[in-house]
Structures are given as C-alpha cells and as structure tokens.
C-alpha cells in the first residue's frame, strides 16, 4: 500500500522519534511504499494564516498554499501517525496540519452547511502514540487523544476502514522493559499493517 506516515515531534532522539525511525522501516521492509512526512523535519508551518481562514471554503483555490501536502494526502491508501500526546490532544504541529491540510475539497465537502467526509482514499489507519500519564487518568478525562482517532478520524476516511490506536501510557514511569515490550508490539503491528 502506500502508506502516509506523519510524524510529529522536535526531538529525533526522543522515544517517539525511535518509534517514527521502526514505523518507516517496518512498512518499508513489508514492501509498502512509505511517504515519511515528518513535520518538524520539513519544517511545516501549522499556522492557518488570516488570508486560509477567508479563503477556507474557497474549494480549489484553498489548497494553494498547502498543495503539496494535499497531494500526499490524496495519494495515500494508508495512514500511520507517530505522535505523542500534549495536553490531551495532537502536538501544535500535528493539529496545525490538520487544520491546513484536511480543508473543503479534501477531506470533507460542504453542502447545505452540511459537512459529507470524503478522504475516502485513506482504506487503513494506526495511530502511535505515548501519554505521560496513566491509562486510568487518561480514561477518566474520556481520553480525547484516543476519541479523536477512533471516533473523529474514522469518520472522515474510507467506512469500515480498520483502525488501530497504539498507546504507550504512563511514560512519566516508562522503564527500558516497557518501552522495549511497546516497540515489539509497534514492529509487530507495522509487520501485519
Ligand atoms: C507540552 C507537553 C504536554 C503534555 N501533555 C500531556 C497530557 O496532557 N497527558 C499526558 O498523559 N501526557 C502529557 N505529556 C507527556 C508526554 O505525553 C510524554 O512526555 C511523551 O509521551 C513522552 O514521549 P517522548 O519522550 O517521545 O516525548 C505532555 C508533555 C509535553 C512536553
């Protein structure tokens, strides 16, 4: 397949930056072909500029200033996103990419002011993640990172699309055991995607 893999954090030699580097040579070595997007690496601007925002629903002319990512986007049949969790959601940059990329004409259309998603080139999704906190304390907030993935995202790809949402939880306590225990569950994972 080919596979997107969106990558966002600042810090290659970060325990997410090893999952990003297994990621990419997992899907590569099964024959995917992998478009590594690693939005720090590429310098990616995640602010919507005030011009975006008024030309928003300007479908054709709104992918202008993001036409290369939306290309990537639109000639993927897969997703994997390496990321970890701030603040109970996506890092700035991952959201900002969201709010760039994912525009009126890509991922959803708009009429009568209703929205109708249409990423529907995107057949298969697995999200890759670590929380500094525990699993109960991210349950007991409702876990937004997970809810954005499982729920908001898999309404916008392909219908019956398969998901898998990896979560290394409670890094504040991780040991080389439990990150090495998630990195095989990972390479696992990338090996069967
Ligand atoms: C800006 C920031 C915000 C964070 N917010 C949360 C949070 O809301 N919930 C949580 O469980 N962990 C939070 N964390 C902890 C990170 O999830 C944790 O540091 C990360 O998963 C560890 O992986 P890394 O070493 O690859 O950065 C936050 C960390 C940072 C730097």
Redesign the pocket.
Known sequence: MRVLVIHA?PVAE????ALHRLVVERLTAKGHEVDDCDLYGEGFNPLLTREERIGYHDIGDNLAPVADYVERVRSAEALVMCY?????GYPAMLKGFFDRVFLPGVSFTMADGKVKPCLHNIAKVAAVT????TWL??TLVGNPPRKSVMRVLRAIVKPAAPFTYLAHYD?NRSTPETREAFMKKVAAAMDSF
């Open positions: 954090h970060s325990f997410n930056g970890p969790v701030w603040n109970f670590s929380y500094g906190g304390r991210a890094m």
